[in-house]
C-alpha cells in the first residue's frame, strides 16, 4: 500500500477498515445516518492526508490507527458543531442554507460517493443493531458507559489495538489505558446484566427472566456483531 497512489491506497483501506471504522463510530454516536458521513469523511480526509501522512511516518506508517485517530477526531468535531448549531438562530441556519445552495458545492460531495465504504451508501431496510435483542443489549450497556472508557474499550475489543497502540491513538500513558479498559469492562459488565434483564423479559407473560437463568452474555466479532456464546 505503501507504493500505491492516494486514491487507490484509500479505496484499500475502505475494503479493509471501511467496517471497523464505521461501527466504532456507530458505537460512539448511537446514529445510524450520522454514522454512515462520519465514516465517509473519515476516508474523504483520509484521501486528502494520506500523501503527507506516508511522507511523515515513512516505513512506520501504520494505515488503521491512523485512520482511527482521523475517525475520532471526527465525531469530537462533531459534537462541538453540534453544540455550536444549538445556539445559533434557526433563521441564520437556514440563510445559510439557501446561500450555500446558491453557491454551488464546494466539490467534496462531488468525490464522496467514490470512496464511501461500499454497503453504507444506502439507508438500510433496518437497523442491523435492533435486529437481535442481545446485540440490541449490548448496544444500550454500551452507549452507558462512559465515553472516556467506551472509546478504549472499543479499540481494543472491535478495533483489536494493543494496549501501546490504544495509547498512542487517544495520547495516553500506556497504565492510564489499562485502568481505563478495567473500568470500562467491569462498567459494561454490570449495564450489560442490567440490559440483558430487560432483553429476558417473558414476552407471554410479561415477567422478567431472572438475570442467572440467562445463557452465558455474548462475544464480540471483529465486525461488532455480538454473537451468543457457545
Same mark, same amino acid.
Given at each position: 500500500m505503501e507504493t500505491l497512489p492516494a486514491n487507490q491506497a484509500v479505496e484499500f483501506l475502505i475494503r479493509e477498515?471501511?467496517?471497523?471504522?464505521?461501527? =466504532?463510530?456507530?458505537?460512539? =454516536? !448511537? /446514529?445510524? /445516518? &450520522?454514522?454512515?458521513d462520519l465514516t465517509q469523511e473519515t476516508f474523504l480526509s483520509a484521501l486528502r492526508a494520506i500523501d503527507a501522512a506516508r511522507e511523515a511516518s515513512g516505513p512506520h506508517f501504520h494505515a488503521r490507527a491512523w485512520l482511527m485517530r482521523i475517525a475520532l477526531n471526527l465525531v469530537r468535531m462533531q459534537r462541538r458543531r453540534s453544540a455550536l448549531i444549538r445556539l445559533v438562530p434557526f433563521s441564520q441556519v437556514q440563510r445559510e442554507d439557501a446561500e450555500g445552495a446558491s453557491a454551488g458545492s464546494d466539490g467534496v460531495q462531488e468525490h464522496a460517493s467514490a470512496v464511501q465504504p461500499a454497503g453504507y451508501g444506502a439507508r438500510m431496510p433496518f437497523d442491523p443493531a *435492533?435486529? @437481535?435483542?442481545? #446485540?440490541? %443489549? $449490548? #448496544?444500550?450497556?454500551? %452507549? !452507558? $458507559?462512559? *465515553? =472516556?472508557? #467506551?472509546?478504549? &474499550? &472499543?479499540?481494543? @475489543?472491535v478495533g483489536g489495538f494493543s494496549i501501546s497502540e490504544i495509547a498512542k491513538i487517544l495520547q495516553l500513558r500506556e497504565e492510564a489505558v489499562r485502568q481505563r479498559l478495567s473500568r470500562a469492562r467491569k462498567a459494561f459488565g454490570q449495564y450489560y446484566a442490567q440490559e440483558s434483564g430487560e432483553v429476558g423479559r417473558c414476552e407471554q407473560t410479561g415477567h422478567r427472566k431472572p438475570i442467572k437463568e440467562r445463557r452465558p452474555a455474548v462475544t464480540w466479532t471483529a465486525d461488532f456483531m455480538p454473537t451468543p456464546s457457545a
Open positions: 477498515y471501511g467496517k471497523l471504522v464505521f461501527h =466504532t463510530v456507530y458505537a460512539l =454516536t !448511537n /446514529d445510524w /445516518d &450520522l454514522s454512515q *435492533e435486529v @437481535i435483542p442481545e #446485540r440490541e %443489549a $449490548v #448496544r444500550r450497556a454500551l %452507549a !452507558n $458507559v462512559p *465515553e =472516556t472508557l #467506551r472509546t478504549p &474499550l &472499543l479499540l481494543s @475489543i
